[in-house]
Nanobody, 114 residues
């Protein structure tokens, strides 16, 4: 199982970023996927989850209405569209696959600062 995140960077408050997570080594369409984040000095927290076919999604209260999780099973990729970014969104963002043993990507840094 391999998960590779991309799309992070430095953005001003109010800006947008789109994260991608390319998956390989398992039957992507079979499993739910999530995005987590971890800010310096804080525990890793769940940001959003999407069902195996994208019919169901769930979000942390802190990102509802600003972030959108989606997936393209033909491309084995899950996305996180982040709008109206705030400084408190600054963190390393990880994707997670709900395969039997669980699997994490290496993370991508998102920094929201003026």
């Amino acid at each position: 199982v391999q998960l590779v995140e991309s799309g992070g960077g430095l953005v001003q408050p109010g800006g947008s970023l789109r994260l991608s997570c390319a998956a390989s080594g398992f039957t992507f369409s079979t499993y739910a996927m999530s995005w987590y984040r971890q800010a310096p000095g804080k525990e890793r927290e769940l940001v959003a989850t999407i069902g195996s076919w994208g019919a169901t999604t769930n979000y942390a209260d802190s990102v509802k209405g600003r972030f959108t999780i989606s997936r393209d099973n033909a491309k084995n990729t899950v996305y996180l569209q982040m709008n109206s970014l705030k400084p408190e969104d600054t963190a390393v963002y990880y994707c997670y696959a709900y395969v039997p043993s669980g699997s994490w990507g290496q993370g991508t840094q998102v920094t929201v600062s003026s």
